[in-house]
């Protein structure tokens, strides 16, 4: 059996063979540095006389306001109220971005037109059509979902128009060589073919939405994530803006990991691996 030489002041951890393992020990560490950066920031907050007040930013006192937040019921209300708003920003945005980024890969006639206007209204930021979604919409609920949607839909069109761009065409035609109708070309060829592509579109999508909702709420709502971070602050509960802040970046978080799972699962791409 050949051995294998480990450089001088290498530290092997046999655990960390393992690529689940790593992934753990390396997202604990990064973690951890990541508060010990936070309380390094509170303490030098408490050495200052002028910022002393805020040093309820801090770990601990975040931490220590979770339970009061729970049972007052605010997270689990902020939650789903901004849960309700995202998903249906996101639904929208979906329905709509999927089949305009398969009329862009399908029709030249229609890219070539469409490319233009949806470039400059992709470039327009979600949160200067407020004025306009306030106007427009019957109450704060829909102008909310309305913002999320038209921020949302530019990712999931040029994600499905650039995945399709990429199917070889040798596909479609022994597919119509096999009797195949327009039915069986969307679902049998064009979709799985694509579904990476649309996968990593609505990961995008999500990313965009989650900045998007959380300023959008911090006017004219009483609910939601954004809403409880204003109330947080007009009360001085700098803990409570902390832990929402946390809520936040966590439910952020499991969105995210949870398309990165949908993308390994249901891509093509990835079920040899």
Known sequence: ??????????????????????????????????????EIGTLL?????????FVTFGPIPT????????????????????????????????????????????????????NSPFQFLRMISPLAWMPLAVIVAPAWDQAIIFLIAIASVWPVAFATAAGLAKVDPAWFKVARNLGARARHMLTQVILPAIAFDVLTGIR???????????????????????????????TLSYNHLTAMVLVIGVIGYALDSTCVVLIKRYSWHHRGE
């Open 63 to 114: 931490i220590e306001a979770f339970p009061t937040l729970w049972m007052e019921g605010k997270i689990q209300n902020a939650v789903a109220a901004s849960g309700y708003r995202m998903g249906a920003g996101l639904f929208i945005a979906i329905a709509l971005g999927v089949p305009i980024g398969i009329l862009m890969g399908r029709s030249k006639r229609f890219r070539e037109m469409s």
């Open 204 to 234: 995008l999508a999500l990313g965009v939405a989650w900045i998007v909702l959380v300023p959008a709420e911090l006017l004219g709502v009483t609910s939601g994530l954004g809403y409880a971070i204003k109330d947080a602050r007009e």
């Open 1 to 38: 059996m050949r051995s294998v030489a480990v450089p001088t002041g290498v530290l092997v951890l046999p655990g960390l063979k393992s690529p689940a393992v790593r992934r753990l020990f390396c997202g604990i560490v990064g973690l951890s540095a990541m508060f010990a950066i936070w």
């Open 45 to 53: 907050l408490y050495l200052n006389p002028g910022t002393r007040t």
